[in-house]
Nanobody
Framework: QVQLVESGGGLVQAGGSLRLSCAASGSFISRNIFSQNTVNWHRQTPGKQREFVASITTHGMTNHADSVKGRFTISRDNAKNTVYLQMNSLKPEDTAVYYC??????WGQGTQVTVSS
């Protein structure tokens, strides 16, 4: 089983920045699954479906949702088994619980991001 732990969420004013981290822990196999697969960030607000935010392949190819392009940047450090989401120019509508996942089945517990206006 792959264990994913998100961190870095918090309360920030509109226009501010946060950097989220998604770290893989556990066995060698689980860390290997993490490092050899695409990792995704999603977000969810109450009453809404989970929304794709960004993804990064093992080779560093990235994809960002239109709603965050130019403001958010996903990156990864395979040596540290960690994927980051740098979030700049935050808006109140970015308020959500942010989750990372890998291989569809494995999800972290989420980290809350709240952007005040």
């Amino acid at each position: 089983q792959v264990q994913l732990v998100e961190s870095g969420g918090g309360l920030v004013q509109a226009g501010g920045s946060l950097r989220l981290s998604c770290a893989a822990s556990g066995s060698f196999i689980s860390r290997n699954i993490f490092s050899q697969n695409t990792v995704n960030w999603h977000r969810q607000t109450p009453g809404k479906q989970r929304e794709f935010v960004a993804s990064i392949t093992t080779h560093g190819m990235t994809n960002h949702a239109d709603s965050v392009k130019g403001r958010f940047t996903i990156s990864r450090d395979n040596a540290k088994n960690t994927v980051y989401l740098q979030m700049n120019s935050l808006k109140p509508e970015d308020t959500a619980v942010y989750y990372c996942n890998v291989v569809a089945a494995y999800w972290g517990q989420g980290t809350q991001v709240t952007v005040s206006s």
